[in-house]
């Protein structure tokens, strides 16, 4: 991981961070509120050598109680020292657990000797400490004492008596609140590193790169309105879910920059990720921009492009295969542009062979030579073979990544049933991402003036959440579209989408 990752990592979760931070607060705050006071006592000591001689000798014995006094501050910690002191105050303390509460120093060049001792209360600490100083001068008095007799040539005085002190030395709140800060901050960002590590959510472009290099054709921020108005048209023309779709559309462009692709199949790993909702807009903004489009319900286990435009879907696409009603009667037109759809039909009971057949290739086939550009909502890859058996029928697939939904092995094997059929993937769009924080999708957009026409239009398009013409009412190839010259009725006059009587059903081709 680089600094950019890890920065996101924190970024990513720095409530958990903050949590553990303030934790590691409050608990050094508890523990040093509801911690006894301790107090320590200190007492200070010279070291001297017992001689009357030269200047000479009396550097030599300098030094010589220099080199010495590292030895002293050790001996005042040993049972030696000690196990007096305990006697000569009744404590009722063994010498090791006195020696964890006495300290003993001494300044480099020096001869003096700090001793401190820290107890609950400053009288017995001072006292304590008394002891200990006078305990320590008698024993170097009688270990540097000569065996053939004589005085110790080595002389310890108490020069700063121990006084009980006024202030507690303890607990440091500040010291203890410091620590608790920066033990929090270490055990939340390892938390966040390990969450990191455990969570197979995908939650943005930088973790789907990390799964394909295929092009990321947009992004869309989740909208709590989505769920009461799903369609393009029902938000604002510059809102940032307009432009959303608006981008989609031109990088879907730049994608399919050889046009080899008239018919784009939107497809998603798992059910929720928003496909449906996708290739309905997405199919808006195509028509918005002046071409004509086809959309088609093809997800025949749970469709929903006809409860999202307000369509009529008993007959449809399932009604076309089976070739009982002609394709001029099934589609559907929508709003004031060139959107036409032909939505699910029936629920028939074997889907797969429905959208695998031959009849379904020749009707993608005629629509591409009637409309521009087809959108075809397919079911989900991983639940059903729906998907990709129907990608084989399509010049590009584009594949919806529900974020913070899907984990990274459902979208890989989605991926794999893709490229192991051979499917032109287009590639991909973010869904549901936040609006912000490190894995938003920003743009960039700008207002601008559209002719008064147009912008009516449009504005009555955004009141009418409904189709402008009821199913039947109208067939498409009976509307005049301006600005365009194509003539369905020719296209599918002589094709097996034709009614067809009683009599001839043994005639007709395999549904």
Same mark, same amino acid.
């Given at each position: 991981?680089?600094?950019?990752?890890?920065?996101?990592?924190?970024?990513?979760?720095?409530?958990?961070?903050?949590?553990? &931070?303030?934790?590691?607060?409050?608990?050094?705050?508890?523990?040093?509120?509801?911690?006894?006071?301790?107090?320590?006592?200190?007492?200070?000591?010279?070291?001297?050598?017992?001689?009357?001689?030269? %200047?000479?000798?009396?550097?030599?014995?300098?030094?010589?109680?220099?080199?010495?006094?590292?030895?002293?501050?050790?001996?005042?910690?040993?049972?030696?020292?000690?196990?007096?002191?305990?006697?000569?105050?009744?404590?009722? %303390?063994?010498?090791?657990?006195?020696?964890?509460?006495?300290?003993?120093?001494?300044?480099?060049?020096?001869?003096?000797?700090?001793?401190?001792?820290?107890? @609950?209360?400053?009288?017995?600490?001072?006292?304590?400490?008394?002891?200990?100083?006078?305990?320590?001068?008698?024993?170097?008095?009688?270990?540097?004492?000569?065996?053939?007799?004589?005085?110790?040539?080595?002389?310890?005085?108490?020069?700063?008596?121990?006084?009980?002190?006024?202030?507690?030395?303890?607990?440091?709140?500040?010291?203890?609140?410091?620590?608790?800060?920066?033990?929090?901050?270490?055990?939340?960002?390892?938390?966040?590193?390990?969450?990191?590590?455990?969570?197979?959510?995908?939650?943005? @472009?930088?973790?789907?790169?990390?799964?394909?290099?295929?092009?990321?054709?947009?992004?869309?921020?989740?909208?709590?309105?989505?769920?009461?108005?799903?369609?393009?048209?029902?938000?604002?023309?510059?809102?940032?879910? &307009?432009?959303?779709?608006?981008?989609?559309?031109?990088?879907?462009?730049?994608?399919?920059?050889?046009?080899?692709?008239?018919?784009?199949?939107?497809?998603?790993?798992?059910?929720?990720?928003?496909?449906?909702?996708?290739?309905?807009?997405?199919?808006?903004?195509?028509?918005?921009?002046?071409?004509?489009?086809?959309?088609?319900?093809?997800?025949?286990?749970?469709?929903?492009?006809?409860?999202?435009?307000?369509?009529?879907?008993?007959?449809?696409?399932?009604?076309?295969?089976?070739?009982?009603?002609?394709?001029?009667?099934?589609?559907?037109?929508?709003?004031?542009?060139?959107?036409?759809?032909?939505?699910?039909?029936?629920?028939?009971?074997?889907?797969?062979?429905?959208?695998?057949?031959?009849?379904?290739?020749?009707?993608?086939?005629?629509?591409?030579?009637?409309?521009? %550009? %087809?959108?075809?909502?397919?079911?989900?890859?991983?639940?059903?073979?729906?998907?990709?058996?129907?990608?084989?029928?399509?010049?590009?697939?584009?594949?919806?990544?529900?974020?913070?939904?899907?984990?990274?092995?459902?979208?890989?094997?989605?991926?794999?049933?893709?490229?192991?059929?051979?499917?032109?993937?287009?590639?991909?769009?973010?869904?549901?991402?936040?609006?912000?924080?490190?894995?938003?999708?920003?743009?960039?957009?700008?207002?601008?003036?559209?002719?008064?026409?147009?912008?009516?239009?449009?504005?009555?398009?955004?009141?009418?959440?409904?189709?402008?013409?009821?199913?039947?009412?109208?067939?498409?190839?009976?509307?005049?579209?301006?600005?365009?010259?194509?003539?369905? &009725?020719?296209?599918?006059?002589?094709?097996?989408?034709?009614?067809?009587?009683?009599?001839?059903?043994?005639?007709?081709?395999?549904?």
């Amino acid at each position: 991981m680089n600094i950019g990752e890890y920065l996101r990592v924190a970024r990513r979760n720095w409530v958990l961070v903050l949590a553990c &931070a303030l934790i590691g607060l409050l608990c050094a705050g508890i523990i040093s509120v509801t911690a006894k006071p301790t107090y320590t006592a200190e007492t200070q000591l010279f070291v001297a050598i017992q001689s009357s001689g030269s %200047v000479q000798e009396l550097q030599q014995g300098n030094t010589f109680s220099q080199a010495r006094v590292q030895s002293y501050v050790g001996t005042v910690t040993t049972p030696v020292v000690l196990q007096p002191a305990i006697d000569a105050l009744g404590l009722s %303390v063994s010498p090791e657990d006195l020696a964890k509460r006495v300290k003993a120093t001494s300044d480099l060049n020096t001869v003096l000797i700090s001793i401190s001792v820290t107890d @609950e209360s400053a009288v017995q600490a001072a006292a304590t400490a008394e002891a200990i100083a006078n305990s320590l001068v008698r024993a170097v008095d009688t270990l540097e004492k000569p065996k053939n007799g004589g005085s110790s040539p080595v002389s310890l005085s108490v020069i700063s008596p121990a006084k009980a002190p006024l202030v507690p030395s303890g607990p440091n709140t500040r010291l203890n609140l410091a620590l608790g800060l920066l033990a929090g901050l270490i055990a939340g960002v390892l938390s966040a590193l390990i969450r990191t590590g455990l969570d197979t959510r995908l939650r943005g @472009e930088a973790d789907l790169r990390r799964l394909t290099s295929s092009p990321l054709l947009g992004g869309i921020s989740f909208d709590q309105e989505a769920s009461r108005r799903p369609l393009l048209t029902q938000t604002g023309h510059q809102s940032p879910r &307009a432009e959303a779709f608006r981008q989609l559309r031109t990088n879907l462009q730049f994608a399919n920059v050889t046009d080899r692709a008239k018919t784009i199949l939107v497809t998603s790993s798992l059910p929720g990720e928003g496909k449906s909702t996708t290739a309905t807009n997405l199919a808006i903004a195509l028509a918005q921009a002046g071409q004509t489009v086809c959309l088609v319900d093809a997800d025949l286990r749970r469709p929903m492009i006809s409860e999202y435009l307000g369509l009529e879907r008993e007959a449809g696409l399932t009604t076309a295969l089976v070739g009982t009603v002609d394709l001029n009667e099934l589609l559907q037109p929508w709003g004031d542009d060139n959107l036409y759809v032909l939505t699910s039909g029936q629920i028939p009971p074997n889907p797969s062979e429905l959208l695998g057949s031959e009849d379904m290739g020749l009707l993608i086939s005629r629509l591409e030579g009637t409309f521009d %550009v %087809v959108i075809i909502d397919a079911p989900p890859l991983l639940p059903v073979t729906d998907a990709a058996v129907l990608s084989q029928h399509v010049g590009g697939v584009v594949v919806v990544v529900g974020v913070q939904k899907i984990r990274y092995p459902d979208l890989e094997k989605s991926l794999s049933a893709l490229s192991l059929v051979g499917a032109n993937l287009l590639g991909v769009v973010l869904n549901r991402l936040p609006a912000k924080g490190p894995d938003a999708y920003a743009y960039s957009y700008y207002s601008s003036e559209e002719p008064t026409a147009k912008a009516k239009r449009r504005k009555r398009a955004s009141r009418n959440a409904s189709p402008a013409h009821g199913p039947g009412t109208e067939s498409v190839f009976d509307r005049t579209i301006s600005g365009s010259d194509f003539q369905p &009725a020719k296209v599918f006059s002589n094709s097996r989408f034709s009614p067809v009587s009683s009599d001839d059903t043994t005639s007709r081709g395999e549904g």
